[in-house]
């Protein structure tokens, strides 16, 4: 069965530096998303990602995070300046976009730690 | 704004028993309901989903679950709990306008399964 694939699953890094999380969506997926769960806490919406551009973000998605579909496979989140709040699980979902109500995917998760 | 409650953090029940999971939402109209399951280690796995018509629905692993609009409701219900359905249980509702369907997470109840 086609799964969402995430990379790395779990990436440390300095307060400051730039991380970038990678996800490869199922294949024949239209609609991209990008969501964290700080620990003890909600899983929370960053945002949505449809024909090469954003289609929904939520306030958390500020100026420091960036999303990218750089080839016809992988689709990246990118912090530019990470801080101690950043650290959190991000999970990645794909959905076929084929009706209005087909299922969201997600996949295992990337723990990043900000040190 | 769409909210989701999930009231009981911890839930212990043995191997065998019956088991509900609580969930209520806050939502403009009838929402999109889903059921998530993480087991450690594992990303996010649908469970089943509600969109419109029979209000009781089945899911995987023999959960169902029931969408009771009146009490703003959708409860997860199994008759008897096997050992590996111990897991964190996230219940969401998705956003029926824009398309990007985002989904909106409680925080999470977390099921232990005494042998």
């Known amino acids: 069965e086609p799964e969402v694939t995430q990379t790395p699953s779990h990436q440390v890094t300095q307060m400051g530096q730039e991380v970038i999380l990678r996800c490869v969506p199922i294949?024949?997926?239209?609609?991209f998303y990008w969501y964290r769960q700080i620990l003890g806490q909600k899983v929370e919406f960053l945002v949505s990602?449809?024909?090469?551009?954003?289609?929904?973000k939520s306030e958390i998605f500020d100026d420091q995070f960036s999303v990218e579909r750089p080839d016809g496979s992988n689709f990246t989140l990118k912090i530019r300046s990470t801080k101690l709040e950043d650290s959190a699980m991000y999970f990645c979902?794909?959905?076929?976009?084929?009706?209005?109500?087909?299922?969201?995917?997600f996949g295992p998760g990337t723990r990043l730690t900000v040190l | 704004a769409q909210s989701v409650t999930q009231p009981d953090i911890h839930i212990t029940v043995s191997e065998g028993a019956s088991l509900e999971l609580r969930c209520n939402y806050s939502?403009?109209?009838?929402?999109?309901l889903f059921w998530y399951v993480q087991s450690p280690g594992q990303g996010l796995q649908l469970l089943l989903k509600?969109?419109?018509?029979?209000?009781l629905v089945q899911g995987i692993k023999g959960f169902e679950a029931e969408f009771k609009r009146s009490q703003s409701s959708f409860n997860l219900r199994k008759p008897s709990v096997h050992w590996s359905d111990a897991a964190e249980y996230f219940c969401?509702?998705?956003?029926?306008?824009?398309?990007?369907?985002?989904?909106?997470f409680g925080s999470g109840t977390q099921l232990t399964v005494l042998p």
């Open positions: 939502y403009g109209a009838t929402p999109y």
């Open positions: 969401a509702v998705g956003a029926r306008s824009g398309s990007a369907r985002q989904l909106t």
């Open positions: 509600y969109f419109s018509g029979d209000t």
């Open positions: 990602f449809y024909n090469n551009e954003i289609s929904e």
């Open positions: 979902a794909s959905r076929v976009a084929s009706t209005s109500t087909d299922t969201q995917y």
């Open positions: 294949s024949n997926h239209l609609y």
